[in-house]
């Protein structure tokens, strides 16, 4: 009895401590719209002391955007930039999530976002057709910082494209502050031509499979945190960067060339760790860094992976203006010697003859069988059934079957635009996928074998032909 009455006072004590830590214990009150960051800025901190529901808007976009100087590439973006609109919700709110894909895309997009628990991270409720707007929820349950992106098949290419971002779930009573904070996402980008052939690049699916991107960029672009847009801070000040890998391959060795990183929230969980040089981020993954500038200059952002820095431009900059302090640091900067490089890096000869050369039809059915799992099943799926309103059959194609050098020429170098296949019309876009001559012809003579289809056999000549004939 003593011992229950003297423990009350301490019980209810405690109760609101603990509400507090759970997050979710409060039912949600109230709604409001998110409030979305541009990157490389974040929404600011939120100062609610409840959990809320926070209606988010999330628009795809597919345009063409700079890569580096005169080179260009289509993006896939979530809200129109790479990467995608950063997020910021607290622990235990309800979230409305809409994903709009306007009528003028040319593909079915969905969504996957880490910090959600429930199948798919809410790809399996979100897929979307151009034209179309699809809604679902969540409870934001684990504080953290957490990669979402793109599901919808072929995957890797979708995340390829742009298809990337973040979402920040703040525990109650939120992240220390701090005086600045960026947002910033590594990601790959595998174009057809090498690093720097200029003009409108075209997706590589090969080349992405074997994980070979010419470029590795910070927010989506060479230099999109160089020069006029380099991230800036002042000498003294607190700097917490929220930094993700959209991948999707590599994984990044993340530093900042001439500062420590105070404290780094690995993995961004919970779990921190101090005075870390490099930290390293998976694909998917994210990490919070923070840590006070001591001394003015250019700081540079980089994959410590160093020929993605200076020749594939994973390469940013954070210009600290303010008093020297010359015990700290004597005062020469390094500044002007790890620029990156310009566009004209040297090339390596890139072949694909070491495949093997099949030397009957049995052969080329067999070799071609394989090449169309590994890079046509994702889009014309593994039955050659297609996706209605997305990729046209190849099974008992009618197009396939009416011109062999048409279809020659489609998978030499993709094709977009409207077509009618078995009477319904498809108008989206086939990826050049850099195959050699005798892959091409493989891949048709194994397509053109299966599925009803007329049983054409397709030579590496006939393909080298239409590809002389520029057709
Ligand atoms: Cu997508």
């Known amino acids: 009895m003593v011992r229950a009455t003297r423990l009350r006072p301490f019980l209810l004590f405690l109760l609101p401590l603990l509400a507090a830590a759970c997050g979710g214990s409060a039912p949600p009150s109230g709604e409001e719209d998110a409030v979305l960051g541009v990157p490389p800025q974040v929404p600011p901190p939120i100062t609610r002391d409840h959990p809320t529901r926070v209606i988010v808007h999330l628009e795809v976009k597919e345009l063409v955007q700079r890569l580096t100087d005169g080179v260009e590439y289509r993006f896939w973006t979530f809200g129109g930039q790479v990467p995608g ?21 040319k593909m079915p997009h969905n969504i996957d976002l880490h910090a959600v628990n429930g199948p798919g991270g809410g790809a399996t409720s979100s897929l979307t057709v151009p034209g179309r707007t699809s809604t679902f929820s969540f409870t934001a349950l684990n504080p953290g910082l957490y990669v979402y992106h793109c599901a919808t098949a072929p995957v890797g290419m979708h995340i390829a494209n742009g298809m990337y971002g973040m979402i920040l779930v703040e525990p109650p009573g939120g992240l220390p502050p701090v005086d600045r904070e960026y947002y910033v996402m590594q990601g790959e980008v595998y174009t057809a031509g090498d690093y720097g052939d200029p003009g409108l690049q075209q997706f590589d699916m090969a080349k992405a499979i074997d994980e070979r991107p010419p470029y590795v960029v910070f927010n989506g672009a060479v230099g999109a945190l160089s020069g006029d847009h380099a991230l ?4 003294g000040e607190t700097v917490r960067l929220f930094v993700g890998n959209g991948g999707p391959n590599l994984a990044s060795s993340f530093h900042l060339i001439g500062e420590i990183m105070d404290t780094v929230h690995q993995e961004a969980g919970t779990a921190t760790s101090h005075n870390v040089q490099t930290t390293l981020i998976p694909p998917g993954g994210a990490a919070i860094v923070e840590f006070t500038i ?64 099949a030397r009957t039809t049995a052969e080329q059915v067999a070799f071609g069988q394989r090449l169309f799992e590994s890079t046509c099943a994702a889009c014309h799926q593994p039955d050659g059934k297609g996706l209605a309103g997305a990729f046209p059959p190849v099974a008992g194609s009618d197009f396939l079957n009416a011109d062999r050098d048409r279809a020659i020429a489609t998978v030499l170098h993709g094709r977009s635009g409207p077509i009618t296949v078995n009477g319904e019309v498809f108008d989206a876009v086939m990826p050049a996928l850099g195959l050699s001559d005798e892959q091409v012809a493989n891949v048709l003579t194994y397509v053109y074998s299966q599925w009803g289809n007329n049983g054409t056999v397709v030579r590496p000549a006939d393909v080298a032909a239409v590809r002389a004939r520029g057709q």
């Open 232 to 235: 800036t801070a002042k000498v």
């Open 85 to 105: 609109r950063f997020i910021r919700v607290r622990q235990g709110d309800l979230v409305e999530f809409h994903l709009d894909n306007p009528p003028d895309s």
């Open 294 to 357: 001591n001394t003015p200059g250019t700081y540079l952002l980089v994959d410590h992976a160093i020929f993605r820095a200076f020749n594939k431009g994973a390469l940013g900059e954070l210009v600290v203006t303010g008093p020297t302090d010359s015990a700290v640091y004597s005062g020469r900067t390094y500044e002007g010697i790890y620029r990156p490089e310009g566009s004209a890096v040297q090339t390596m000869p890139s072949t694909n003859d070491s495949a093997p050369r």
